[in-house]
């Protein structure tokens, strides 16, 4: 199945800095990324649709201006955490479509647990 | 939007059956997935179903029943490693986003 690289796995900062978690489709194009965040025992929850090119479109109640995203090309979206706080440690995940088989599931990256201290 | 419901908890003995519910209220629908969550991991993909019926992968069935906004999943002959979260979720038809329930969490017993 298609793989989506996802890094760093983990990452610890202190309050008031940004954090830059990768996203790379590696054996497929992704014209589509889906960033997730999810709190412990609780589902996951869309954050922002990342499109190669384009602004993304981000979830009601999600700060588009401390959560930036960028898709520069067909393979990478990176989400930024700015000046992240406490409130802001959770485990983000991303996924994507393949372009060229549309008709099934997104892959999902392995996960980014952030810890702001 | 989406609405989706599953049952928060279910426990199983090993080599039992389980059987996780969902069902769900959708503006436009193009599918429905399930996946399996380990503690501190990301999703891992179980099936997908758009049309109704019963898919059947090894140990894992999922079905479909679209006019009843329905669907569950069939973990047979179960094992300790099945001990995770089970996801359901529901995409949208027009912009494909994913939205999941809040997740089943199974626990096999031996």
């Known amino acids: 199945g298609a793989v989506v690289s996802q890094h760093p796995s983990w990452v610890i900062c202190k309050s008031g800095t940004s954090v830059k978690i990768e996203c790379r489709s590696l054996?497929?194009?992704?014209?589509?990324m889906f960033w997730y965040r999810q709190f412990p025992k609780q589902s996951l929850m869309l954050m922002a649709t990342?499109?190669?090119?384009?602004?993304?479109?981000?979830e009601q109640g999600v700060e588009k201006d401390k959560f930036l995203i960028n898709h520069a090309s067909l393979t990478l979206s990176t989400l930024t955490v700015t000046s992240a706080h406490p409130e802001d440690s959770s485990f983000y995940i991303c996924?994507?479509?393949?372009?060229?088989?549309?008709?099934?599931?997104?892959?999902f990256g392995q996960g980014t647990r952030l810890t702001v201290v | 939007g989406q609405n989706i419901d599953q049952p928060t908890e279910m426990t199983a003995t090993e080599g039992a059956i389980v059987q996780i519910n969902c069902t769900y209220q959708?503006?436009?629908?193009?599918?429905l997935f399930w996946y399996q969550q380990h503690a501190g991991e990301a999703p891992t993909f179980l099936s997908y179903?758009?049309?109704?019926g019963l898919e059947e992968k090894g140990r894992f069935s999922s079905f479909l029943s679209r006019s009843k906004g329905y669907s569950y999943l069939l973990l047979k002959e179960l094992q300790m490693k099945d001990s995770a979260s089970y996801l359901c979720?529901?995409?949208?038809?027009?912009?494909?986003?994913?939205?999941f329930g809040a997740g089943t969490t199974v626990t096999v017993r031996a």
């Open positions: 996924s994507a479509r393949d372009l060229e088989v549309m008709n099934t599931e997104a892959f």
């Open positions: 054996d497929f194009q992704a014209t589509t």
């Open positions: 990342s499109n190669e090119g384009s602004k993304a479109t981000y």
């Open positions: 959708t503006s436009g629908f193009n599918g």
């Open positions: 179903n758009v049309l109704d």
């Open positions: 979720a529901v995409r949208d038809r027009d912009d494909y986003k994913l939205s």
